[in-house]
């Protein structure tokens, strides 16, 4: 069964729209139906996980279908969004088997939270014939990666827990789910994960250890945390550099003892996980500054791994853009296969700043634009081609400097004047083609990348 799909369902092009968008920027998989008869036909077609469907809709309401679903697909998750008005009735539908319900407006904390805690129940296979590759999703031959897969070997059977550090964008998710997967004793049991600074601290510490109802506002009923949820499994909690002094404490002790209680309960409860940490800051330097406790971060670090910046493994660029251009044409239905020459020099000359999630999405947005079965450089964002150019006229710029350098006085208006030429003859060209770059670029027998920069560097404008 694949993960994380989930189906969207609702009227107003609004709100699905935005709901979209948001799932989508969480990284789940997303469709969308615009009620509960075409969402019955998705449903028929297409294995989900999770639906997310508004209470009020014309013909088959949010009731109804829950009805259907809960019938023919009893696996699928439903959480019903509802005005404050309905919450009665929408307590109502958790008892015929809704999985929660939200109110609208829509806050993207608990919406996440409550996905999590819906897709959680969904343990991997625990057969040995079904046993996922524990490093699908990572990919590269960089030996920085190779070393990678050797610690997660390494350390996967034993219940140490570990730090993984890197920037943002780096596949440290990926890294932390490969440990499970590796893991032979945990990874039949659930691997749940929280994002600590997308949270305030009062309802971050509910997510953890979960709640006794009446213990705060809102606090209808019991709930589970994610250590309760992760039992005999994976917990991964992102940006543990969020967490406030008090948290910490609470984070040592489960760590330590693997003891907890829920906001509001006197009961202690026993925690059989194994904690995986991963910030895209330095702990060490927040200890230095007191803003980290220090013997809580000799606990994390316990085993240490650093994620390479995408910068450090330029090597892999290709196979990454190979890998997300496939799925990406696959999932659009775009016969879309590789890039050109000039694409690929532009994307491996890229610093990537963003790492490997900048670099999936730059592939998935130049899918859904281009017009042509390979990736040219006209499909992909402003900035990557203003870098290109840039770095190529600051390489010429400093082999114009080294020729004057060495030339005699006057040089610099002979190399001035070798320009004026070359001004010419592209202007006629692109006068001859109306302006069409691509077609000039052939006609001068150089790349369209080298073509934009020298009409950018010569001041070349359409009024010329």
Same mark, same amino acid.
């Given at each position: ?404 350098? +060495? /030339? *005699? ?5 002979? %190399?001035?004047? =070798?320009?004026?030429?070359? $001004?010419? @003859? ?12 691509? +077609? /000039? *670029? ?5 790349? %369209?990348?080298? =073509?934009?920069?020298?009409? $950018?560097? @010569? ?6």
């Amino acid at each position: 069964m694949e993960r994380n799909r989930i189906l969207v369902v609702d009227d107003d092009p609004l709100i699905r729209g935005s709901l979209y968008e948001m799932l989508r920027g969480r990284r789940f998989e997303v469709e969308m139906a615009s009620d509960g008869a075409e969402a019955m036909d998705h449903l028929g077609r297409r294995t989900f996980q999770l639906v997310i469907a508004d209470w009020k809709m014309p013909q088959v309401d949010g009731m109804s279908l829950l009805s259907h679903i809960k019938s023919r697909y009893p696996d699928v998750s439903v959480v019903l969004i509802t005005g404050f008005g309905n919450v009665t009735s929408a307590v109502e539908a958790i008892r015929q088997g809704a999985f929660d319900y939200l109110t609208k407006p829509i806050q993207p904390e608990e919406l996440e939270a409550t996905i999590v805690r819906a897709l959680s129940q969904y343990a991997a296979p625990s057969s040995a014939s079904a046993v996922e590759d524990p490093f699908a999703g990572i990919i590269g031959n960089d030996p920085a990666i190779k070393k990678l897969f050797a610690m997660i070997s390494s350390v996967a059977e034993s219940p140490a827990t570990v730090l993984l550090e890197g920037e943002s964008g780096t596949g440290k998710r990926i890294v932390a789910q490969a440990i499970h997967r590796a893991d032979p004793k945990r990874r039949a049991n659930p691997f749940v994960e929280i994002s600590c600074g997308a949270l305030p601290e009062t309802l971050l510490e509910s997510e953890l250890f979960g709640h006794i109802r009446g213990s705060f506002t809102g606090a209808i009923r019991d709930r589970q945390g994610r250590f309760e949820l992760a039992e005999g499994g994976t917990i991964l909690l992102d940006e543990i550099d969020a967490f406030s002094p008090a948290l910490q404490v609470k984070l040592l002790r489960v760590i330590q003892e693997r003891l907890f209680e829920r906001v509001g309960d006197t009961r202690t409860m026993r925690a059989d996980v194994r904690v995986i940490a991963a910030t895209n800051r330095r702990l060490a330097e927040l200890v230095k500054q007191g803003k980290f406790r220090e013997d809580l971060y000799y606990r994390l670090h316990v085993i240490a791994m650093r994620i390479p910046p995408l910068r450090e493994r330029q090597g892999d660029i290709p196979l990454l853009i190979t890998h997300f251009i496939e799925r990406s044409a696959k999932a659009m239905g775009k016969a879309v296969a590789g890039v050109s020459d000039e694409a690929m020099q532009v994307l491996t000359g890229y610093r990537w700043p963003g790492n490997i999630r900048e670099l999936e999405n730059v592939i998935e947005r130049a899918v859904i634009l281009t017009k042509h079965a390979k990736l040219d450089v006209e499909d992909l964002p402003e900035e990557l081609r203003f870098h290109s150019d840039a770095t190529s006229m600051a390489v010429e710029d400093q082999e114009e400097e080294a020729v004057a350098a +060495e /030339a *005699a006085d006057g040089s610099l208006a002979l %190399r001035d004047a =070798l320009k004026m030429p070359e $001004r010419d @003859l592209i202007l006629k060209v692109l006068a001859e083609v109306r302006w069409n770059r691509s +077609e /000039a *670029a052939k006609r001068l027998g150089i790349h %369209r990348s080298t =073509l934009y920069h020298k009409i $950018r560097k @010569l001041g070349i404008h359409t009024s010329s």
